[in-house]
């Protein structure tokens, strides 16, 4: 069984550059959700994706979107990058959006924004 | 909103010794509430999860508990070991908007475990 995966491993942009992370969701899971961990803090819910549509969003601007594909694969974008929007960029997948909702976390994307 | 809290931020602590993690939620409509173990720069990786049902779990030399009612979760771990030097964050499993079910973590304890 394959885990989650999250590439690239680490990502430097300069402000005002659009930015794609994408993550590979752990064999038969079909939810995905991602979240942001900034230095010293707890990960913050970005949004999640069920059966290819948004079905939940945290307090993030609309400049952060996604999407999700067939292969229950997804990808984060971040338009008009900010200083703030530093961060380890973190994916959990789970096998549906109820029942236990276990949420199995990738590695995580570190994006440093100059 | 739900705001969840850890205490200590940090710890330190010869190996053997036995301790407690502790995880504190403000609303206790919650599915479940799971640890977490981070190690530096890396992702999450899941320990124990208490479905809002039970009352603990237990994985090997971990113990969870859960007091819905008080808003209150512990992380044991004995014998404490090196390796198990890490970040323990705690997160609450709750229906974001929409239909989502969404993580709300503490800001977790930063565990040394001293040889």
């Known amino acids: 069984e394959t885990g989650v995966t999250q590439s690239p491993t680490h990502l430097i942009k300069t402000r005002g550059q659009q930015v794609t992370l994408r993550c590979s969701s752990q064999?038969?899971?079909?939810?995905v959700s991602w979240y942001q961990q900034a230095l010293g803090q707890g990960p913050q819910f970005i949004f999640q994706?069920?059966?290819?549509?948004?079905?939940g969003r945290g307090n993030f601007p609309p400049r952060f979107s996604g999407l999700q594909f067939p292969n229950y694969s997804s990808e984060l974008n971040v338009n008009a990058l900010e200083l703030d929007d530093s961060a380890l960029y973190l994916c959990?997948?789970?096998?549906?959006?109820?029942?236990?909702?276990?949420?199995?976390f990738g590695p995580g994307t570190r994006l440093t924004v100059l | 909103k739900q705001e969840v809290t850890q205490i200590p931020a940090a710890l330190s602590v010869p190996e053997g010794e036995n301790l407690v993690l502790n995880c504190s939620f403000t609303d206790s409509a919650i599915y479940n509430l799971q640890w977490f173990r981070q190690d530096p720069g890396k992702g999450l990786t899941s320990l124990l999860l208490i479905q809002s049902s039970q009352r603990e779990q237990t994985s090997g030399r971990l113990n969870a508990s859960l007091d819905k009612s008080s808003g209150r979760s512990t992380l044991y771990i004995a014998a404490s070991q090196p390796g198990d030097s890490a970040t323990y964050l705690c997160a609450v499993d709750l229906v974001s908007s929409g239909s989502a079910r969404q993580l709300t973590f503490g800001s977790g304890t930063q565990l040394t475990v001293l040889p």
């Open positions: 064999s038969g899971h079909n939810t």
């Open positions: 959990a997948s789970s096998q549906t959006s109820g029942g236990d909702n276990e949420q199995f």
């Open positions: 994706y069920y059966r290819e549509e948004e079905n």
